[in-house]
């Protein structure tokens, strides 16, 4: 079975190329909630020139504090959960929509690594999920494989990837 390619920036800035077309025509704004990527999704985003008519704002939570205040994501969803879960990124993504005046919304959780990992969430482990504002979420958890900056260039790929799907369907 063959691994997947490491994005690279190229096509990291072609996948959000990509998404910041499809969301000005569609006259659609779009928000992201980051945890393993720090940031990542959002810069690959406003990268692409013209994205402040179609890119609204990016949250960083990396913190369960941050989490809390900044996207709404319940205390006990942490406590019970982790961080790291399908419930987390759900609460991520709908928080992001609640505090934004995007159309549609992404979030990352994940464990980057190197350290982190447990055998129920080794490193490499990440929830992407994906909202429209006033529709249902779709979530995927994925295992990447790499260290931390492949898992974390994996991570702004499958998320942006999900978005054009989305998006286009």
Same mark, same amino acid.
């Given at each position: 079975?063959?691994?997947? +390619?490491?994005?690279?920036?190229?096509?990291?800035?072609? =996948?959000?190329?990509?998404?910041?077309?499809? #969301?000005?025509?569609?006259?659609?704004?779009?928000?992201?909630? &980051?945890?393993?990527?720090?940031?990542?999704?959002?810069?690959?985003?406003? %990268? $692409?020139?013209?994205?402040?008519?179609?890119?609204?704002?990016?949250?960083?939570?990396?913190?369960?504090?941050?989490? &809390?205040? =900044?996207?709404?994501?319940?205390? &006990?969803?942490?406590?019970?959960?982790?961080? $790291?879960?399908?419930?987390? $990124? #759900?609460?991520?993504?709908?928080?992001?929509?609640?505090?934004?005046?995007?159309?549609?919304?992404?979030?990352?959780?994940?464990?980057?690594?190197?350290?982190?990992?447990?055998?129920?969430?080794?490193?490499?482990?990440?929830?992407? +999920?994906?909202?429209?504002?006033?529709?249902?979420?779709?979530?995927?958890?994925?295992?990447?494989?790499? %260290?931390?900056?492949?898992?974390?260039?994996?991570?702004?790929?499958?998320?942006?990837?999900?978005?054009?799907?989305?998006?286009?369907?």
């Amino acid at each position: 079975m063959n691994k997947p +390619a490491i994005p690279d920036d190229a096509a990291l800035h072609d =996948l959000a190329a990509d998404v910041g077309e499809i #969301l000005h025509s569609h006259g659609q704004s779009l928000a992201t909630a &980051e945890s393993c990527t720090g940031g990542w999704i959002g810069k690959m985003l406003t %990268d $692409v020139a013209g994205s402040s008519a179609w890119f609204d704002c990016g949250i960083t939570a990396y913190s369960y504090e941050a989490k &809390e205040a =900044l996207l709404g994501v319940r205390p &006990e969803t942490l406590i019970k959960h982790g961080a $790291v879960s399908e419930v987390t $990124v #759900l609460e991520m993504v709908s928080g992001a929509l609640t505090h934004s005046g995007a159309s549609v919304a992404v979030a990352v959780t994940g464990i980057a690594g190197p350290t982190g990992g447990t055998p129920d969430k080794p490193v490499g482990t990440v929830w992407i +999920a994906w909202k429209r504002r006033g529709g249902y979420p779709t979530m995927q958890q994925f295992h990447f494989d790499g %260290d931390r900056d492949a898992v974390r260039r994996h991570t702004v790929a499958a998320a942006l990837q999900g978005l054009r799907k989305i998006l286009t369907s």
